[in-house]
């Protein structure tokens, strides 16, 4: 019997495209993987260090796991256990410590090491630890898939250098380095080769991709241009806006239908990246989803200067309004902390007018975690949990009002969606006649729930396929959509 493994992950995008990397590395070793973590040989925790919440998840659910060390009937044995992404990679000095019944920890840049960490733990070693950064200039890798699937998501940079006051990123994920575009589209194409149909770039600061890799190949646009000021790539390097555009005309590529990226700055925000959500025919990125993650993380421009996001607010509300001009259906989100050290109320109103002006679809939004050794961290943490919950649920209901109006709009529309899976709910199925819930996104990555109902006769799986629909409801959340009964559905 094939060895199996259960990886927890917790956290953003990143850790989610580490896990599948950790999978595929674990794959290559002949394991599988468990149902449930009871099952398994080998246990991973990809832990987040990005609030204290998170922290304490990863290290509670460790702690968990020492009771099937000592199982003395379980099948396939004690297992073993280890703990990666942000939390191995900053308390490796403290977790053999709390729990040493750990085997091994491992960091963001290490992940490759794992057959070999896994096998040094086989060998008899103990407290096994992978955590240094790696040093060199460059950043190359390959994705590696777990799993076959229509989407992926593809590291295009790692690090981030913009040392925002309240975040760790900058500490567990290290420098900012980038692939070449070279390296990306190929990847891309050998992707594309296997049945994917939409890519997700990833990076912490994406728009700032490119810094410090020579543009050799003379692509355009040669220099960028943002509100701010001169920031992220130099003329004569590589930059985002060339990525997509390559990604976009190689045709290697042509069977990809939308690419994404996540997160973004707006200081690397540039003129040359608005331009890419032209319409096609105006010099736009065809396959460019219809959908920005803007993080901006308060509308006060005394709280964004503390952050040190180094942009005031007048400036995002231009982007914004530029972006709106070019596609006035394009998806908006973003991230927003409430009770930063010195937050007071009339800077809270100011993130209140913020989701008023912009109309978000939707918003991620956090209470404030000092993080140990940020910069942020040695202020007052003057606000109080209480003012900080309060402050976020108030936040959340203004958005959510907001998310329903912009949902309801939609309702009447025609929305492409890539459908990823049955829905968790099948409440629609018990309005209407028999059949099956699916869900997907649209471009403008609004999730769509629609029936396939049984006398369709429809048999087989539709995820991973594009169909089109009519938007029939929606609510705070999510719409519904409605298949044409007459057209031949999924391509
Ligand atoms: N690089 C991305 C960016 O700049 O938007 C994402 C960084 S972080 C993984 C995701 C979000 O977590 C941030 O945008 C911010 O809203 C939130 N965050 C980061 N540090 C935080 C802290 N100390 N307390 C509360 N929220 C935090
Ligand atoms: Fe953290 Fe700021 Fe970098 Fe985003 S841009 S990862 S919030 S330091």
Redesign the pocket.
Known sequence: MNQKFFIKTF??Q?NVADSERMAALLGALGMEPAETIDQAQVIIINGCS??EKAVHKAVSSLGELQVLKRSPGRIGGAPIIGMGGCVGQLDKNTLFKRAPYLDFVFGTDTIDNLPEIIHRVRSGERHVIYTDFDQSMDYSTETKLYSASAQAFVNIMKG?D?Y?T????PYTRGREKSRTIDEVVSDIARLVATGVREVTLLG??VNSFGKGNPNSAQREPRALHNVIGKVGPKEGEENFPQLLRAIDSDPRCAALKRIRFT???PLDFSEELLECYAPAEQGGVARLASQLHL?V?SGSNLVLQKMGRHHKIETYFSQMERLRKLQSDVGLST???VGFPTETDEDFQATLDLLDRVQYDSI?A??????PG?R?AKMPDDISNAIKNERLNILLKHQLKISERRNSACVGKRMEILVEGEAKNQNMAAEQISGRVWTGRAGSNHVVNFLIPAEAGLHENPAGKFVTLEITGSTSLSLQGKLNPESSHFS
């Open positions: 956290g953003c990143m990005v609030r981030c913009k925002c309240y975040c760790i990123v912490q600061n997160s973004s700055h993080p993380q991230d927003l902390i991620f956090f209470a404030y975690s000092p993080r940020t942020a």
